[in-house]
Every structure is written in structure tokens, then in C-alpha cells.
């Protein structure tokens, strides 16, 4: 069950024997300017970009390059949901993990994850991914 902080979803998931609160900050533009102020304490950062809408490549990855540089974020790794590969328009993860530059993300552990949250596919590897990556963290 979730409850809604301050219009941000958090929500508690139960993946490999780890309870993970999820905080789900979204990314309409009035809403950036908020986001620093919900970093603290952050394990893992998952990024979701919608695959399809190829004109924010851009804009998306200059977000997230000075998202990442937030001093509450250094060294958390970073899970890119390349969202929505349904879509015949999708572009794959490799185009979109080049238009964000993630090549350059050498600080961090990173990894990108096509996927559909509308089929499923793709987001129990991202789950995966995540629970490895907290867990590896935490030691």
C-alpha cells in the first residue's frame, strides 16, 4: 500500500528478501526543482525514460548528469528503466544509454534495463538488478 508524501508516491516493495521503499518522485518539470530535497539516504537512484520520446534524449541526460552530482548521491548506483520498448517508435537501450552519456558515468556502478511497465518485460531483471546492487552496498 502506498501513501503519498507531499505529492510524491512511496510505495514498499518486497523483492529477494529485501523490503525496498520506493519513492516516486516523477519527472514533470515543476517538479525537478524538488527533487534534492528527497536524495538523503538514497541506496540506489532508478532513472525511468520513456523510449519513445527521442527529442528529450537530451534534455533527460543533462537532468540526470547534474541529478547524479547531487554530494547525497556520489556513488549510488544508477538504474536506467529505458521504459515503454512496446512501442514500435522505442528506440533500444544502447541509443538511449549513448544520448545520456551514461558511458561517462565512471564514479558509479550503472546499468541500463529496456523494459515495459505496460507487458512487464524487462522490469524483473531491473528488480534484480537492484536487489544485487543494494545488497553489494550494504557490505
Request: one cysteine or more; aromatic letters at 8%; charged letters at 25%.
Amino acid at each position: 500500500m502506498g501513501e503519498v508524501q507531499k505529492g510524491f508516491n512511496i510505495k514498499s516493495v518486497q523483492s529477494q528478501g529485501l523490503k525496498l521503499s520506493v519513492w516516486d518522485i516523477g519527472g514533470q518539470r515543476t517538479i525537478r526543482a524538488h527533487w534534492k530535497k528527497y536524495l538523503g539516504n538514497t541506496d540506489l537512484l532508478i532513472y525511468v525514460v520513456d523510449s519513445a520520446d527521442r527529442k528529450r534524449f537530451e534534455e533527460t541526460g543533462q537532468e540526470l548528469a547534474e541529478l547524479i552530482e547531487e554530494e547525497s548521491l556520489l556513488g549510488v548506483p544508477l538504474l536506467v528503466f529505458a521504459n515503454k520498448q512496446d512501442l514500435l517508435t522505442a528506440a533500444p537501450a544502447s541509443d538511449i544509454a549513448a544520448g545520456l552519456n551514461l558511458h561517462t558515468y565512471r564514479n558509479r556502478t550503472w546499468q541500463i534495463q529496456a523494459c515495459s511497465a505496460l507487458s512487464g518485460e524487462g522490469i524483473q531483471d531491473g528488480m534484480n538488478w537492484i536487489c544485487k546492487n543494494i545488497t553489494a552496498k550494504k557490505k
